[in-house]
């Protein structure tokens, strides 16, 4: 019998297990990897302005990101452990669990450097963006690792770099209704095209 994970994702899986060892999300955002979303994902979240993309701005966001973790940590009693390479994280987890009891929640943030994408921009003297530059760079990426009541112990694993959206400026997807002549309601999520009924 398959489990409601199982049943939800079925049409993503290649695969199943008997026993799941450990679920691990990783965040991200679709518009980061290109130019072009990345552009428009800066532009939503500043009025659709681009006056203040620009490298300096980017590492500030990183940061910010940083330090809030950090800062939330410490007030809620969350312990943050920066890894070294090589470590196995979820080991670190599995050993703290078996030393603490956790209630519901974030229970441990682990913080390890690995490659991610990293935006470089380069304006004319005039200030005008000519070019953004997609590199990839070691940065910081941060597992949350969550007591679920449902699930366990699961976590979710995001770079510092693409978590910039979630920097203190939460935003809630723009949903609206378009008109359409048949029975079908397309939505438009974002830049996203949805379609609900059938």
Request: glycine fraction near 10%; charged fraction near 25%.
């Amino acid at each position: 019998m398959a489990d409601e994970f199982s049943e939800r994702y079925g049409d993503l899986l290649t695969g199943s297990y008997d026993c799941v060892d450990r679920i691990v999300l990783n965040a991200y955002y679709p518009l980061g990897p290109n130019p072009g979303g990345f552009r428009v994902w800066w532009r939503r979240w500043h009025q659709d302005s681009d006056e203040e993309l620009d490298n300096a701005h980017l590492m500030r966001l990183a940061g910010r990101f940083a330090r809030r973790v950090r800062a939330w940590a410490g007030e809620h009693g969350v312990p943050v452990i920066d890894c070294k390479a090589g470590e196995r994280k979820h080991r670190i987890a599995e050993e703290y669990l078996s030393e603490h009891t956790v209630g519901v929640g974030v229970f441990l943030i682990l913080v390890a450097r690995a490659p991610a994408i990293v935006w470089k921009v380069k304006r004319s003297s005039s200030g005008v963006i000519r070019n953004l530059e997609k590199t990839r760079q070691y940065v910081n990426h941060y597992s949350f690792h969550i007591m679920d009541p449902a699930w366990g112990h699961l976590t979710i694993k995001m770079s510092g770099q693409s978590a910039v959206r979630g920097a203190g400026h939460p935003q809630r997807p723009r949903v609206r209704r378009l008109p359409s002549p048949n029975q079908r309601h397309p939505l438009r999520e974002g830049g996203q095209l949805l379609h609900s009924g059938g």
